[in-house]
């Protein structure tokens, strides 16, 4: 069927490609009207479209199966783009297959389990459709470079990975948490364009535009984003959907990079990320630390203990001072640091004894 709009290729370059559409394919009207107003968008190279969907609760909207790949497909017809879905099973690839998705993506919670990437490899054999890894939802760079070898294996060359952001052990203004410096290092170790799907890093539409830009000053090859013909009715992520009319917007408001400029920002990004994860660590480890102190303050102050206790004090200082050392730190570096770190504890005891704070 010939359609009017811009004329794209089925298998677009992965460099500055936005892939865009709703989380789930909801219905053929949801998805006719998303995919043609996405088609008016030029930067726009390919229409997602979720058709089965890995649910945490299993009584919400798991996906349309079959049907939505004949809605999808339709808006493909409809509008030239080409379509890409998510495959967790080999069924899943078949009915990809036979409904003419140009593209395939793994999800995260698929690429954890390695038994699951081997059968998606083996059902793939002897295509070369393109497929995008996503990242584990673990934070585990092994998995995820594990499930490209078993898919390079197979045969298949055109691969490519999503980066959407890992689960973390505490509360962040972030969905799933980006840690840049794991995707980097990906693509430090594996030649691989990297998209980097911010609606899923981000879980909420205020942070898409700084998180695309960071993505982009990285030197992302792409972005996926979810876009909803009306988001807040969406029946599966609604609250990180935008209208293809945000998204022209987001775009018109992002500043794309030549790569090479991207390269020594990129290098060092990554180890900024590290170093940021490890300082958002420390001080977590410290608000934990001095909690624990005034818990031992409460219970000297019940006691009748005094706070400075300097036999197991200078004792602690010495096994930390040789531990450090096996380590390569300086003896000064950790006097420096667990004086300080004492100090404080002392202090906060010795307030707790003449009653003027609790530990809580
Ligand atoms: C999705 O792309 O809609 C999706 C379920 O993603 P992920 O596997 O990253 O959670
Ligand atoms: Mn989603």
């Not at 500055?16 to 008016?40: F, H, R, Y």
């Not at 726009?44 to 079959?66: H, N």
């Not at 009306?230 to 945000?246: M, R, V, W, Y």
Request: net charge negative.
């Amino acid at each position: 069927m010939a359609n009017t709009y811009i004329q794209r290729s089925v298998t677009p370059a992965l460099t500055n490609i936005i892939i865009a559409g709703p989380c789930s394919v909801e219905s053929e009207a949801q998805i006719l009207a998303t995919a043609q107003a996405l088609a008016e968008i030029p930067e726009v190279k390919m229409l997602r479209g979720g058709i089965w969907k890995p649910r945490t609760r299993p009584d919400a909207f798991e996906g349309s199966g079959e049907q939505g790949l004949v809605w999808l497909r339709e808006a493909k017809l409809a509008t030239g783009l080409p379509i890409a879905t998510e495959v967790a099973t080999p069924e899943h690839v078949e009915l990809a297959l036979k409904y003419e998705v140009d593209a395939l993506w793994i999800g995260a919670r698929t690429v954890v389990n390695p038994f699951s990437v081997q059968q998606l490899a083996d059902a793939l054999r002897g295509t070369d459709i393109p497929v995008f890894i996503k990242n584990p939802v673990s934070p585990d760079l092994n998995l995820w470079l594990g499930a490209f070898e078993r898919f390079q294996k197979v045969g298949l060359t055109r691969l490519a990975a999503i980066h959407r952001g890992f689960a973390y052990y505490k509360e962040t203004p972030y969905r799933n948490y980006p840690m840049w410096e794991i995707p980097i290092e990906l693509t430090r170790r594996l030649n691989v364009p990297l998209i980097t799907d911010v609606s899923h890093i981000c879980g909420n539409r205020e942070l898409l535009q700084s998180t695309a830009q960071k993505a982009l000053d990285l030197a992302t090859d792409g972005l996926m984003i979810e876009c909803h013909i009306n988001p807040d009715a969406a029946l599966t992520d609604a609250k990180q959907q935008i209208t293809p009319e945000e998204l022209k917007q987001l775009l018109v408001s992002l500043t794309f990079r030549s790569k090479q400029s991207c390269n020594v920002e990129r290098d060092l990004a990554g180890l900024r990320g590290e170093i940021d994860d490890i300082d958002s660590e420390l001080l977590q480890l410290l608000a934990r630390r001095m909690e624990v102190s005034a818990q031992i303050g409460e219970y000297k102050k019940r006691n009748n203990v005094t706070v400075v206790q300097m036999d197991r004090w200078k004792k602690i200082l010495a096994d930390h001072v040789a531990t450090g050392e096996e380590m390569g730190l300086s003896p000064i570096l950790i006097n420096k640091v667990f004086e300080a770190i004492h100090q404080a504890s002392i202090e906060r005891q010795g307030r707790i004894m003449e009653n003027e704070e609790d530990s809580h």
